[in-house]
């Protein structure tokens, strides 16, 4: 990659918040638009710094604004988190939360036209846990979106031309451009209610549950962004560094003071 053309940190922010004032189904970066489309969807050349960078980025902003503020409601409306520190799933948390949900909920937004496969198999996974089964399936799901394409042309069959994204008529693809905001940020909202089941509840005003889900709304907003602009790949990383974090310092905390174990 040309690290001449590679977008600061700077930048990266700066467009991702001209990204939420008008959400577009943009090109990705410039540097992203070498080689294969479908490779550069899962293989987009973002680094460690810059993992980093975002993670860091939105640890900061959810421990020092929405986190404080989601756990000020959840007091308030007496609603409990479900995580057990005796028994995290560390595994579920960073390997499988990652790579399921930005399958079910950020994938489509730049494939729309493989909804009509993906999401159905991706959600009935996503439903029934990181089985054996359910990790078969998806694992397989993933190694055909990124070598099937290369197999042929679209219209060797109609099963390659869905999965190539060329099944729309070009006036469906029209509206989805023209409509894409509310694709974008319905997306993220599924996205940050599908976390509401973290918690039990008692009596709750409805009003207020989105705020108990804020964190995850603006989380889920950052990876659609980065879904869009730099691929899919990128998204479940930065997901899965994201998740790894608070777990590691709870992980560090219960075994470095056994009496913080609940």
């Given at each position: 990659?040309?690290?001449?053309?590679?977008?600061?940190?700077?930048?990266?922010?700066?467009?991702?918040?001209?990204?939420?004032?008008?959400?577009?189904?943009?090109?990705?970066?410039?540097?992203?638009?070498?080689?294969?489309?479908?490779?550069?969807?899962?293989?987009?050349?973002l680094?460690?710094?810059?993992?980093?960078?975002?993670?860091?980025?939105?640890w900061?902003?959810?421990?020092?604004?929405?986190?404080?503020?989601?756990?000020?409601?959840?007091?308030?409306?007496?609603?409990?988190?479900?995580?057990?520190?005796?028994?995290?799933?560390?595994?579920?948390?960073?390997?499988?939360?990652?790579?399921?949900?930005?399958?079910?909920?950020?994938?489509?937004?730049?494939?729309?036209?493989?909804?009509?496969?993906?999401?159905?198999?991706?959600?009935?996974?996503?439903?029934?846990g990181?089985?054996?089964?359910?990790?078969?399936?998806?694992?397989?799901?993933?190694?055909?979106?990124?070598?099937?394409?290369?197999?042929?042309?679209?219209?060797?069959?109609?099963?390659?031309?869905?999965?190539?994204?060329?099944?729309?008529p070009?006036?469906?693809?029209?509206?989805?451009?023209?409509?894409?905001?509310?694709?974008?940020?319905?997306?993220?909202?599924l996205?940050?209610?599908?976390?509401?089941?973290?918690?039990?509840?008692?009596?709750?005003?409805?009003?207020?549950?989105?705020?108990?889900?804020?964190?995850?709304?603006?989380?889920?907003?950052?990876?659609?962004?980065?879904?869009?602009?730099?691929?899919i790949?990128?998204?479940?990383?930065?997901?899965?560094?994201?998740?790894?974090?608070?777990?590691?310092?709870?992980?560090?905390?219960?075994?470095?003071?056994?009496?913080?174990?609940?």
């Amino acid at each position: 990659m040309n690290q001449q053309t590679q977008q600061s940190f700077k930048q990266e922010v700066r467009d991702f918040l001209q990204f939420l004032r008008q959400p577009r189904l943009s090109p990705r970066f410039p540097q992203q638009d070498l080689g294969h489309g479908w490779h550069t969807d899962w293989t987009n050349g973002l680094g460690v710094k810059r993992i980093l960078q975002w993670a860091a980025l939105l640890w900061l902003v959810n421990i020092t604004v929405f986190g404080p503020l989601a756990a000020a409601v959840a007091t308030s409306v007496g609603a409990e988190h479900k995580l057990d520190f005796n028994n995290i799933p560390w595994k579920q948390a960073v390997l499988w939360a990652p790579l399921i949900e930005e399958m079910v909920f950020r994938y489509v937004l730049r494939r729309p036209s493989q909804f009509l496969w993906v999401l159905p198999v991706t959600i009935w996974c996503l439903f029934n846990g990181p089985q054996s089964v359910t990790v078969t399936v998806v694992l397989a799901v993933v190694l055909l979106l990124y070598f099937r394409p290369s197999v042929g042309p679209a219209k060797d069959s109609t099963f390659a031309a869905i999965a190539l994204g060329k099944a729309w008529p070009r006036r469906w693809y029209k509206t989805y451009i023209r409509y894409f905001g509310w694709a974008f940020y319905g997306s993220t909202a599924l996205f940050a209610a599908l976390h509401l089941y973290n918690f039990s509840f008692g009596q709750v005003a409805f009003w207020m549950l989105p705020l108990l889900i804020l964190p995850q709304f603006v989380t889920g907003l950052v990876l659609a962004w980065l879904r869009i602009r730099r691929g899919i790949g990128a998204s479940i990383i930065l997901h899965a560094v994201f998740n790894a974090g608070p777990l590691l310092l709870i992980l560090s905390i219960v075994a470095l003071m056994p009496e913080a174990r609940l």
